[in-house]
C-alpha cells in the first residue's frame, strides 16, 4: 500500500521560510517521479517543482530562485525548502509521485499518489 504523509506546513511572516518534507512509503523498487503541487481557495492546482532520479529538477516561474526541491538519496523522502516566502505563496501544498520518469508538463493528472496537504500561510 503506498502512501505519502506531508509534514512542515505553518505560517510565516513575508520573506520567511519553511521546509515541506514527505515521505513515501510502499513503493516497490524502481523508478520514480516526485513532486510538489499547491492549491490556494478558487483556483486550479498549480505545479510547483519536479525532481526525477534524485537529481533532475524543474520550478514553475514564480518560485524559481526561491524554492528547492531535493531527496534523500537513502531513502524515500522529499523535501522543498521555500525561501523569501510571499503572501501569493499561500496554499495548500500537496507531496505527489507517479512510477516511470517525469512528465512533461505541469499536468496533475498522471501522478498516482498524493499526501494529504500542508497549509501554508505568508502574511505580509
Known amino acids: 500500500q503506498v502512501q505519502l504523509v506531508e509534514s512542515g506546513g505553518g505560517s510565516v511572516q513575508s520573506g520567511g521560510s519553511l521546509r515541506l518534507s514527505c515521505v513515501a512509503s510502499g513503493f516497490t523498487y524502481g523508478t520514480y517521479c516526485m513532486a510538489w503541487f499547491r492549491q490556494a481557495p478558487g483556483k486550479e492546482r498549480e505545479g510547483v517543482a519536479v525532481?526525477?532520479?534524485?537529481?533532475?529538477?524543474r520550478y514553475t516561474d514564480s518560485v524559481k530562485g526561491r524554492f528547492t526541491i531535493s531527496q534523500d538519496t537513502a531513502e524515500n523522502m522529499l523535501y522543498l525548502q521555500m525561501n523569501s516566502l510571499k503572501p501569493e505563496d499561500t496554499a495548500m501544498y500537496y507531496c505527489a509521485a507517479k512510477l516511470g520518469g517525469c512528465p512533461g508538463s505541469w499536468e496533475y493528472f498522471p501522478y498516482n499518489y498524493w499526501g494529504q496537504g500542508a497549509q501554508v500561510t505568508v502574511s505580509s
Open positions: 525532481i526525477e532520479n534524485y537529481s533532475m529538477t
